[in-house]
């Protein structure tokens, strides 16, 4: 944890979500260095959190989204069109519709089923056929839900260029937080299998997209070992795979990889509190230690059956240098599955620790705030906070922004003006002045249908939100006002 995390998880004492977001730029600086000329799409389902979106986009990175949603989301941060890969293979035809009217024409897909949809609804795009693989080495494997056969996949292009449709590339994921340079090497082994099956077909694919997979290096296995994945020994892989790929095709080759995780997982904390440290015998007679923390499965740790985070007691000293008990790790629901599972080695923990005692969860910016209930038993998702900001500029409608670029259609404004008096249609912070009357509005991005009624009286024409969703903005919206 650097000073610059540890200063914002001790500046505030609600429990809060905190990212370093010069951090999570620097480590899509290394990133990149280690990969040079490759195309850098942030996986956003891994962290969907407004700042980080925006501080990621003014780096240089593109988007794979996997909804309109997400889509809308991406094109808030001014991040142009063409910079944005709907990489969900599972859409329904109003999704490809919508993701079609907001400009997207790069798709991701696995069937002939979805390439007809795709022919229909959005005419002319560019499919990226998936590739299956075993998820082998991976804590999560995400090997059957997504992806084809080799066999399929020269199918499956074939199919979209017989429909007019442009059969860009391919595309695979080797399963996320991927623990083995094996891994990487097999699907290199298939792209090449494909590539020459599909120029035997006349298709000659100009990209590869090699999906998420690099791991985060902050967690802790169910024994409580600290994970080491050899990530020198994968980025050699990757640059090996792509330079044979290269020499391989008759056409340049472009390269495209959507990290999700190992940008974000380890730039981001929880600031939580204890529940309860307790004791208690079980139906076998066993007595065990459980710590109830205020965050738990529902909220913030989703990914607590496969993963252990590192847990810091402020005020307390370390356990391995005091009287520590071993607990059991538990969330404040009443789900039973809120909690560590049976498998995971007992965690050591100061003996002292009691209600209301701060506690920090470390290398938990990937998924908190993605993989969150809305209230369940009534606890809500934990609210966000960006750190590192060190010169707060102003975005749209004179938002305060995190350091960086204002672009178009950005206009900076400093200046905070009053809140639509009816902001419960949805008029947005900052969205309209009470003396201010709409007439009409236009989209910069996204279809009218997404820029929102706001009631007030004047002339003139800025920027302004559209319909908001948490704390984004989905569409960019001109409104003239006389």
């Not at 056409?251 to 004791?279: C, M, N, Q, W, Y």
């Not at 009443?334 to 290398?363: F, K, M, N, Q």
């Not at 009357?437 to 920027?463: D, E, K, L, Q």
């Amino acid at each position: 944890m650097n000073a610059a995390l540890r200063a914002a998880l001790a500046a505030g004492t609600e429990d809060a979500l905190v990212y370093d977001l010069d951090g999570i730029g620097a480590q899509y600086d290394a990133l990149t260095a280690e990969l040079p000329g490759v195309d850098v799409r942030f996986a956003m389902k891994a962290c969907p959190v407004e700042e980080v979106l925006e501080r990621l986009a003014r780096c240089g990175a593109g988007f794979d989204a996997a909804s309109p949603r997400e889509i809308s989301r991406a094109l808030a941060t001014g991040v142009p069109v063409h910079r944005i890969h709907y990489g969900n293979t599972v859409k329904s035809d109003r999704d490809i519709v919508r993701a079609y009217r907001l400009g997207v024409r790069d798709f991701a897909t696995d069937s002939v089923e979805d390439v007809a949809a795709l022919a229909e609804h959005a005419p002319g795009a560019r499919v990226f056929c998936r590739l299956a693989t075993s998820g082998a080495g991976a804590l999560w494997g995400l090997s059957r839900k997504f992806g084809c056969s080799a066999d399929d996949a020269v199918r499956v292009l074939t199919a979209a260029r017989d429909a007019g449709l442009v059969p860009s590339g391919l595309s695979v994921h080797v399963g996320s937080q991927q623990m083995t340079a094996e891994a990487w090497r097999q699907a290199f082994l298939t792209l090449a299998d494909v590539l020459t099956a599909l120029h035997g077909q006349g298709i000659v694919p100009g990209q590869v997209n090699l999906g998420g997979g690099l791991p985060a290096l902050g967690y802790f296995d169910r024994r409580g070992e600290r994970l080491d994945p050899p990530l020198d020994k994968i980025f050699t892989v990757l640059r090996e795979g792509m330079e044979r790929l290269t020499e391989l095709s008759p056409r340049p080759l472009e390269f495209v990889i959507e990290p999700g995780r190992h940008l974000v997982a380890d730039h981001g904390a929880i600031r939580a509190h204890v529940a309860r440290l307790t004791s208690r015998s079980g139906p076998d007679g066993e007595r065990e230690h459980w710590l109830y923390l205020s965050c738990g499965k529902f909220n913030g740790l989703y990914e607590m059956d496969e993963v252990r985070y590192p847990l810091v007691f402020p005020g307390h000293p370390d356990p391995a240098a005091s009287e520590s008990v071993p607990v059991v790790v538990a969330g404040p629901t009443c789900d039973s599955d809120d909690a560590y599972a049976h498998e995971h080695r007992r965690v050591r923990v100061p003996g002292a620790v009691a209600s209301g005692d701060p506690v920090w969860v470390l290398s938990a910016g990937a998924y908190a705030a993605s993989y969150t209930t809305e209230g369940f038993n009534g606890f809500g998702p934990l609210p966000g906070s960006a750190s590192a900001v060190t010169a707060p500029t102003c975005g749209y409608a004179g938002s305060p922004r995190t350091t960086g670029r204002v672009s178009p259609p950005w206009r900076p404004r400093c200046t905070r003006r009053p809140r639509c008096p009816r902001a419960s249609r949805r008029c947005g912070p900052g969205g309209g002045s009470p003396r201010r009357r709409v007439s009409s509005w236009r989209p910069v991005t996204g279809s009218p249908g997404m820029c929102s009624p706001c009631p007030t009286p004047a002339s003139g024409t800025r920027i302004c939100p559209g319909r908001r969703s948490g704390r984004t903005t989905p569409a960019i919206c001109i409104c003239t006002t006389s």
